[in-house]
C-alpha cells in the first residue's frame, strides 16, 4: 500500500486557515503596495492582492502567500515559531536604546574665520573670544560623559570653527586619557582644514583622532557656498585633506556636504570631486532650516520637490558608476537600506524613533548649556531653547536626562505611536525628529501631511524599493551597501 496521498489531491484548493501578523501597507505606485512587517521587513505586492489577504482568502499554493509567510506576516500551522522569531527582531532593532548616550558632541567654540551664508549654527567672527568654551565647563562637561551607559563613545568636537580652540580640545583629550574610565572613546575633530597644520596633525596621530570636513563639489561651487578671507576655501580643504593622509593614514579623514540651490545643477560635478579626492562615498545632505540658512533665506532657495530631483539624478549617476565597476556608495541611501535589510539600527540620529535626541547625541555647548542634538543647539541660536536640558556646572546626570524637555518630547514624537506615522508602511525606516518639527510647526509631531521631512523620507524609501524592484542589479548593489554600512 503506497504512503503517499495520490497525485490529485497535491492539486486540489484547500481554505486557508492562517493568522495575520501586525503589518502595514503603503502605495508605491498606482499598481503597487510595500508592507512592512514589524521588524522593519518589507515585501512589494500588486494591490489587488492585499485585500484577499487580509480577508483569509490567500491560498497556501499561491506564491505570495509562500513570501509572506517566509517574511513573517502571517503564521499557519507551518510556522507557529514566527511571532517568536518578529520578537527577536524587534528586541535587535531596539537593543542600542539601552546602550545611551553614544555621541557627545563638544562645541569648543562659535568663532569662525568663514562667512557662509547658510550656516546652521550661526558662527560669530574669530575674534569674539567669549564664544569658546571654558576650561570649567569642559571638565563638567567630562564628568557627565563618563556618566553614560554606553561602554563605546564618540566625542566629537565641533565649531564654528573647532580648530581655533585647539588648546582646550588638547586639555579634554588629555583630561580623558587621564581619567582611565574603561571606556572605549573614539575621538573626532569637525573643521573646514583651513587652520591645520603639523602640529596639530601630530596630536591627532598621537591620540587617534579622526578628521571630518566639509567639501561641497568642485572648486567654483565650494567657494561660492563658503566664503572666507582669501577666497581659498577649496584650496585649503583639499590641500588639508591631502595633509591629513599624509599623517594619519588615507582613511582617517571623511567629508560631508550640503546641498545649496547653486549645487542643483551640479551633482555629476559634485560625485566627480568626491571621486577625484579618493573619496568612496557622499552623503547628499540637504539644508535644514536652521542659523544663517533661515535668516539669508538660503533653506528656502529650493523646495523638496527640487531637492527630491537632484537626490535621484545624482544617485542614478552614483549606480551607474558602479555599473561602470567604479564603487562608489551614496550614505543616506546605505543608512536606510541598512534599516531595510538588518535588524540593526545604524543610530543616525534623524532616523531614529524614538527620536535620536538624548538618546544617541548629546552637545555640550561653547556657553556652558546642554541641548538635546546638535539641531537643538542651531535652534538654540535662533532664540528657541525647548531642547536645552540642562547648564553645566550646575546641573547633574540625572537632572538633564531627565528633563522634561528631553523626555516630553521623546514620549510625544515617538512615531510608533504618532499619527499617520503608526499606519506609515514606512515607519521602521524613518524618524520622529521633533526638533525639525517643533522648529517649523512648534509641535513636537508637526502635520504630517505638511511636513518636508515626512514628504522627503517617504519619497526618498519609495525610489529606494522602486528600482531594486525594477533592476537586479541595483538590488545586489544596494544590498552590499546595507551590509558593509
Given at each position: 500500500m503506497s504512503k503517499f496521498q495520490p497525485i490529485e489531491f497535491y492539486g486540489k484548493k484547500r481554505p486557508s486557515t492562517y493568522q495575520l501578523l501586525p503589518f502595514r501597507f503603503s502605495e508605491l505606485d498606482e499598481n503597487r503596495y510595500v508592507l512592512t512587517n514589524l521588524s522593519g521587513e518589507y515585501l512589494v505586492a500588486p494591490k489587488s492582492t492585499v485585500k484577499p489577504f487580509v480577508e483569509h482568502q490567500l491560498d497556501a499554493s499561491d506564491p505570495l502567500y509562500k513570501e509572506l509567510r517566509a517574511r513573517h506576516f502571517l503564521v499557519d500551522d507551518k510556522t507557529n515559531i514566527a511571532p517568536d522569531l518578529l520578537a527577536i527582531k524587534v528586541r535587535t532593532r531596539y537593543e542600542r536604546l539601552s546602550d545611551f548616550t553614544g555621541l557627545h558632541i563638544f562645541v569648543v567654540s562659535l568663532r569662525c574665520e568663514h562667512?557662509?551664508?547658510?550656516?546652521q549654527v550661526s558662527r560669530q567672527s574669530e575674534d569674539k573670544g567669549k564664544f569658546d568654551m571654558s576650561a570649567a565647563d569642559a571638565l563638567a562637561a567630562i564628568d557627565l560623559v563618563l556618566q553614560a551607559p554606553a561602554t563605546n563613545l564618540k566625542v566629537e568636537f565641533q565649531g564654528g570653527e573647532s580648530l581655533l580652540n585647539f588648546e582646550l580640545i588638547k586639555?579634554?583629550?588629555?583630561?580623558?586619557?587621564?581619567?582611565?574610565?574603561?571606556?572605549?572613546?573614539?575621538?573626532?575633530?569637525?573643521?573646514?582644514?583651513?587652520?591645520?597644520?603639523?602640529?596639530?596633525?601630530?596630536?591627532?596621530?598621537?591620540?587617534?583622532?579622526?578628521?571630518s570636513t566639509s567639501l561641497d563639489g568642485p572648486r567654483e561651487l565650494h567657494n561660492k557656498n563658503r566664503p572666507r578671507p582669501g577666497k581659498d576655501s577649496y584650496e585649503r580643504a583639499v590641500a588639508g585633506i591631502h595633509l591629513v593622509r599624509e599623517h594619519l593614514g588615507r582613511d582617517q579623514v571623511s567629508a560631508l556636504m550640503t546641498t545649496t540651490e547653486s549645487s542643483l545643477a551640479f551633482g555629476k560635478e559634485i560625485v566627480d570631486e568626491y571621486l577625484a579626492q579618493g573619496f568612496s562615498g557622499i552623503f547628499l545632505r540637504p539644508l535644514s532650516p536652521y542659523g544663517f540658512a533661515i535668516k539669508t533665506r538660503s533653506y528656502l532657495a529650493y523646495n523638496t520637490d527640487r531637492w527630491l530631483d537632484f537626490y535621484r539624478k545624482t544617485l542614478d549617476y552614483i549606480v551607474d558608476l558602479n555599473r561602470e565597476g567604479i564603487p562608489f556608495r551614496e550614505q543616506y541611501a546605505a543608512t536606510i537600506l541598512t534599516k531595510m535589510f538588518t535588524s540593526t539600527d545604524p543610530g543616525y540620529v534623524d532616523l531614529m524613533s524614538p527620536a535620536g535626541i538624548g538618546i544617541g547625541a548629546v552637545v555640550y555647548n561653547y556657553d556652558g548649556a546642554v541641548y538635546a542634538s546638535d539641531e537643538a543647539r542651531m535652534l538654540a541660536e535662533m532664540g528657541e531653547t525647548k531642547f536645552k536640558i540642562g547648564q553645566l556646572n550646575r546641573d547633574s546626570y540625572k537632572d538633564i536626562f531627565l528633563s522634561p524637555n528631553l523626555l516630553d518630547p521623546l514620549d510625544d514624537s515617538f512615531a510608533f505611536s504618532a499619527p499617520m506615522c503608526n499606519d506609515c508602511a514606512f515607519e521602521p525606516y524613518c524618524g520622529a525628529d521633533p526638533v525639525f518639527h517643533f522648529g517649523i510647526y512648534k509641535d513636537y509631531v508637526g502635520r504630517k501631511p505638511e511636513s518636508e521631512f515626512c514628504r522627503r523620507n517617504m519619497a526618498t524609501f519609495q525610489y529606494l524599493i522602486g528600482k531594486m524592484e525594477e533592476d537586479r542589479f541595483v538590488k545586489r548593489l544596494f544590498l552590499s551597501w546595507a551590509r558593509h554600512s
Open positions: 562667512s557662509c551664508p547658510y550656516c586639555f579634554i583629550v588629555n583630561e580623558f586619557k587621564a581619567r582611565q574610565s574603561g571606556k572605549n572613546i573614539a575621538y573626532v575633530i569637525a573643521t573646514n582644514l583651513a587652520l591645520i597644520d603639523e602640529a596639530i596633525l601630530n596630536f591627532c596621530r598621537e591620540h587617534k583622532i579622526l578628521i
